[in-house]
């Protein structure tokens, strides 16, 4: 599943399109994620929406299997921001793995090498 963020956006939004992402026919719990963030002004997002995101983001885990989710920056300042971000984001729940990627391909290849593994 990718999922591609650019411009403004609430939380709100990101919530009821995971929701919608949920309820697609072609989806299956164990489909890992890939967040495209390589169109988005990262240092933008303040810091309570990060919060706010895990804490909404938490309450579809118990509907998710063991998943992968790469998030994908270009930008040297924003790698390290979302770096950062990841120490909230872990609070999701312990069934994601989370790890951040500066290029889409490294991405892709990771979340490949985990589902072959």
Same mark, same amino acid.
């Given at each position: 599943?990718?999922? @591609?963020?650019?411009?403004? =956006? ?15 026919? @072609? =989806? *299956? ?7 495209d963030l390589t169109n988005l ?5 303040? &810091?309570?929406? !990060?919060?706010?995101?895990? @804490? ?6 118990s509907q998710r299997g063991d998943?992968?989710?790469?998030? !994908? ?6 790698? *390290? ?6 120490? =909230?984001?872990? &609070?999701?729940?312990?069934?994601? *793995?989370? @790890?951040? =990627? ?8 990771w979340i490949e090498e985990k589902?072959?593994?």
């Amino acid at each position: 599943m990718v999922i @591609k963020l650019s411009g403004d =956006f609430s939380v709100a939004e990101l919530v009821r399109g995971y929701e919608a992402a949920l309820r697609d026919p @072609k =989806f *299956h719990p164990d489909i890992s994620s890939l967040w495209d963030l390589t169109n988005l002004d990262v240092a933008k997002v303040p &810091l309570s929406d !990060v919060r706010e995101l895990a @804490k909404e983001m938490r309450q579809f885990m118990s509907q998710r299997g063991d998943i992968q989710s790469a998030l !994908v920056t270009r930008r040297p300042s924003e790698y *390290h921001l979302v770096r950062i971000y990841l120490t =909230f984001l872990r &609070l999701i729940g312990s069934n994601v *793995h989370l @790890k951040v =990627f500066k290029a889409l391909d490294e991405a892709y290849h990771w979340i490949e090498e985990k589902k072959a593994a």
